[in-house]
Each structure stands twice: as C-alpha cells, then as structure tokens.
C-alpha cells in the first residue's frame, strides 16, 4: 500500500491557485530554488510542463530529473501529485 505525505494530501485537495513550486510534493526548497531560476516559480506553472507531456508521468519524471536535479523518488512524487491533482480538478 502506497502511502503519500500531508504535503501532498494537501496538495491534491484543493484548487491550485498561485501555490509557490515548493507548495508539490517532492519540491523542497532546494529543487524549488533551481527550478524557479528557470522560470518554473509557481505550482501552475510545472502543471503547465506536466500537460504539455502529455501527462505522461515517465516523461515529466525525466524531465524533472534534468532540469532540476531531482531523484527517482522526488520526480516521482511530483508527477503522482500533478497526475492526483489532474484527475480531480480537470
């Protein structure tokens, strides 16, 4: 049984809004410092890439891995909460 964080229950319960990056879960404030250095300072934002994939989490995984250093664990955190998060509000 796969368990998830308060961060990201929190995440995926409610509307998206103008959450900071650091607001995903897997996003702490180092990975949320490098990805706002590349334009990617809001939650809605990294949404913005994860729909451009195509919502496809492996490739959003990858992408995240590359752009902002993140590890399996994180970037996979990241894309769960995104794909939770599109299921319920899209």
Same mark, same amino acid.
Do not use: Y
């Given at each position: 049984?796969?368990?998830?964080?308060?961060?990201?229950?929190?995440?995926?319960?409610?509307?998206?809004?103008?959450?900071?990056?650091?607001?995903?879960?897997?996003?702490?404030? /180092? @990975? $949320?410092?490098? %990805?706002?250095?590349?334009?990617?300072?809001?939650? =809605? #934002? /990294? @949404? $913005?890439?994860? %729909?451009?994939?195509?919502?496809?989490?492996?490739? =959003? #995984?990858?992408?995240?891995?590359?752009?902002?250093?993140?590890?399996?664990?994180?970037?996979?955190?990241?894309?769960?909460?995104?794909?939770?998060?599109?299921?319920?509000?899209?």
């Amino acid at each position: 049984m796969s368990t998830t964080s308060q961060k990201h229950r929190d995440f995926v319960g409610e509307p998206m809004g103008d959450k900071p990056v650091t607001a995903l879960s897997g996003i702490g404030e /180092v @990975l $949320g410092k490098k %990805l706002e250095e590349q334009g990617f300072d809001k939650a =809605f #934002v /990294v @949404l $913005g890439q994860f %729909l451009l994939l195509k919502k496809d989490s492996e490739m =959003f #995984v990858e992408w995240l891995k590359d752009a902002s250093g993140a590890n399996s664990r994180q970037a996979g955190s990241c894309a769960q909460c995104l794909k939770e998060w599109c299921d319920s509000f899209l």
